[in-house]
């Protein structure tokens, strides 16, 4: 039986997916865009908390700096992905958007990496207080990359898929080859994170203003928008995408916004998605703490410094880049689990129990983190006063707990997004909007840790142990709650086919 297609923007996508998949060559370099995109991401997460401490932001307040990222992952994905369906550039639909997004990437990084320098000039002092205009000038670069990174994603999965055409495995391996260069992005942000000597490359990056550390981070996001340039000219100069025609959006035109069909999409959810939702919605209070301060929690608890000059501002910055390493090894575990997911999932007897069992997993090792701060502290205590690093066994114990955790990360990366197309599929809504009312269960969080985490924190006397706590009670209910109440999704039925029949949803 055939469902009635919907008058909406899938109209057009239908309409344009109908030619046949392109060279795969071409798939590989869109998606390849994903690398730059993920190493200014990455920079952020390893590098960014850090420094705005360094421009006199207490740590308590720091969260509230990445509210943008929710915040714009809430509202300009959906409504750049809304109107790059409608586009109709005689460049293309999806390609203005990517373009608009790499200029934007390139004005913030100059904001946030010359914040220090803009504040000096504007009269901030040099001596450690806050330094307001150069907290200003990089809180509106920092909103500018989070917008535009949301920007260059959105449209870049979009792309794909146009570039597939109808075919279901050619989307598969568009989408598999995309996370893939996520990967080899956090790689080499991680990487480039965990390097003192940057700086060298650029020697104007060093100024009155700009200390060592702060000269390496704008060294950093130097390499990451070259790199995201070039490769998005490479893919703007060989991929080419046909315009849509004014007349084809009349179909849709009469149709309802996106946001009335996000609004229909909530209520026609039924009770799996629901779960689902409120699985995700925990899982992510288990995660965005130590994605918000991983590598601050490096810095301090584990080897103890703390933010600016002397001998413990050294320890902090080392105890940083060692943190910056520790999320590269977390990166290549993740890429080497996302190709096994599949294969892990029919092992333990399905993706339920999958995902429930990791989840458990993630609150071990949030939880383990307090054993490694503790170790540390008290062989500190042992030193009566003196400063050095931790010793070997102390550092092992921090980056194990880092590349394990790769291993729910690549999870939560896969299965829930999976879960969220099986679940909406009776509603008619399409696998964007059901992944756009997922996305809802992932921002709402980071929201409510952004807010709440730094006071919180304060609360117990400072630190990031606090949060990392909370996240792993988060983290063990959503265990529980896919192992109890999450709907197993019905068993595949192979039918090759229908499969080379029928066009993918």
């Known amino acids: ?62 969260a509230f700096i990445w509210l943008c990222g929710p915040i714009s992952g809430m509202i300009v994905q959906p409504v750049v992905g809304y109107h790059s369906d409608r586009c109709t550039s005689r460049f293309g639909r999806r390609r203005p958007f990517i373009a608009a997004g790499a200029v934007l990437v390139a004005i913030a990084v100059f904001l946030i990496g010359y914040a220090a320098d803009i504040g000096r000039v504007s009269g901030d002092p040099l001596h450690n207080t806050i330094k307001t205009r150069a907290v200003a000038v990089f809180v509106v670069g920092f909103w500018i990359l989070d917008v535009a990174n949301n920007m260059l994603q959105g449209p870049c999965r979009a792309l794909l898929a146009d570039l597939s055409g109808t075919s279901a495995r050619r989307t598969r391996t568009a989408n598999a080859l995309y996370s893939f260069f996520m990967a080899v992005g956090n790689v080499l942000g991680y990487a480039a994170g965990s390097f003192s000597n940057l700086h060298k490359m650029f020697p ?30 490479i893919a703007f100069a060989t991929v080419h995408e046909t315009p849509l025609n004014r007349a084809d959006i009349a179909v849709v035109e009469a149709g309802k916004p996106f946001y009335s069909q996000m609004m229909n999409a909530f209520r026609q959810l039924k009770r799996p998605m629901w779960v689902l939702l409120l699985v995700t919605c925990l899982n992510w209070i288990g995660w965005f703490p130590f994605l918000l301060f991983d590598t601050d929690w490096m810095g301090r608890e584990v080897y103890g410094g703390t933010v600016g000059e002397g001998p413990r501002g050294r320890l902090y910055d080392l105890g940083v880049r060692v943190g910056s390493l520790g999320l590269m090894l977390n990166s290549v575990v993740l890429g080497l689990m996302s190709l096994a997911v599949e294969f892990l999932g029919r092992g333990v007897g399905g993706v339920k129990r999958l995902w429930g069992g990791v989840n458990f997993l993630l609150a071990l090792c949030l939880a383990l983190t307090v054993l490694v701060s503790k170790l540390a502290a008290s062989w500190r205590h042992s030193l009566s006063g003196e400063l050095h690093p931790p010793p070997i066994g102390i550092k092992a114990g921090a980056l194990s707990l880092f590349a394990v ?101």
């Open 1 to 62: 039986m055939e469902l009635a297609k919907p008058s909406s923007v899938f109209a057009i996508q239908d309409h344009q997916s109908s030619s046949p998949p392109t060279p795969i060559w071409k798939t590989v370099v869109v998606a390849s865009i994903a690398a730059g995109i993920q190493f200014g991401w990455a920079l952020q997460l390893s590098l960014l908390t850090p420094y705005v401490q360094l421009l006199g932001i207490p740590h308590k307040w720091a």
């Open 204 to 233: 104007f990056a060093r100024t009155q203003a700009c200390d060592l550390y702060c000269a390496n981070l704008k060294s950093c996001f130097f390499l990451s928008i070259a790199l995201l340039l070039i490769l998005t000219i």
């Open 405 to 505: 955790m790769g291993v729910p990360l690549a999870i939560t990366y896969s299965i829930p997004f999976a879960l969220a197309s099986i679940f909406c599929h009776s509603s008619g809504a399409g696998q964007g909007l059901s992944l756009g009312v997922l996305n809802l269960a992932i921002v709402v969080p980071q929201m409510m840790v952004s807010v709440a985490s730094g006071p919180w924190d304060a609360r117990f006397g400072g630190g990031n142990l606090p949060a990392f706590v909370v996240g792993a009670f988060a983290a063990a209910l959503s265990g529980v709650l896919a192992l109890t109440m999450l709907p197993a999704p019905p068993p595949d039925v192979p039918n090759t086919k229908d499969e080379r029949t029928q066009p993918s949803s």
